[in-house]
């Protein structure tokens, strides 16, 4: 079983940037980010797999970058022009290949980390 260890949450101004980090103990053919806030349900932000293949929700689409270093095994999510909105706990979750998956659906992940929190004030 595949183990993610997230960092790099914190309080950030609106406007501002924050950096993601999730090391595997093992390469996974696919990882992404997802985030709940409180009272919501968690929702799939960006994921990418061994492929190169990237999918990015909506709604941090031009804000948001996700990116793989496979030897280091290490999944990352740049954010830049952060809003309130985006205030959540992230969580990194990994998944095997599958066909027919929805990259940033929940179920499709079968691994996930601790989660960390992001704050970003007005």
């Known amino acids: 079983q595949v183990q993610l260890v997230e960092s790099g949450g914190g309080s950030v101004q609106a406007g501002g940037s924050l950096t993601l980090s999730c090391t595997a103990s093992?390469?996974?053919?696919?990882m992404g980010w997802f985030r709940q806030a409180p009272g919501k349900e968690r929702e799939g932000i960006a994921t990418?797999?061994?492929?190169?293949?990237?999918t990015v929700a909506d709604s941090v689409k031009g804000r948001f970058t996700v990116s793989k270093d496979k030897a280091k095994k290490t999944l990352t999510l740049q954010m830049n022009s952060l809003e309130p909105d985006d205030t959540a706990v992230y969580y990194c979750?990994?998944?095997?290949?599958?066909?027919?998956?929805?990259?940033?659906?929940?179920?499709?992940?079968?691994?996930w980390g601790q989660g960390t929190q992001v704050t970003v004030a007005s």
């Open positions: 979750a990994s998944r095997g290949r599958m066909t027919r998956v929805e990259a940033l659906s929940v179920s499709s992940y079968d691994t």
């Open positions: 093992r390469d996974i053919y696919c």
């Open positions: 990418i797999d061994n492929d190169g293949d990237t």
